[in-house]
């Protein structure tokens, strides 16, 4: 017993539908996954960066609370 012609068609037409999500769904997960470290290397950069301007702060704070007795005097003394 042969299937019916409509039977077979609906069927490619399914199969045809699937294959097409599958590939939509890779190409997602492509993208999401080149986001997802291009997002990690972002965060990396903004760790480092943060570091360097914290540590930036800490000289300047301790530049600025330094001991006034240990400053040179001015050129005009």
């Not at 017993?1 to 599958?22: G, I, N, V």
């Not at 291009?38 to 943060?50: C, D, P, S, V």
Request: a negative charge; charged letters at 35%; hydrophobic letters at 35%.
């Amino acid at each position: 017993m042969m299937p019916a012609p409509d039977r077979d068609d609906a069927t490619e037409r399914r199969f045809a539908e699937l294959e097409t999500r599958l590939a939509f769904q890779e190409q997602s997960l492509h993208e999401l996954s080149d986001a997802l470290a291009e997002a990690r290397l972002e965060g990396q950069r903004n760790r480092e960066l943060l570091g360097r301007v914290l540590e930036d702060l800490k000289q300047l704070r301790r530049a600025l609370v330094a001991d006034p007795a240990s400053e040179p005097p001015p050129p005009h003394y």
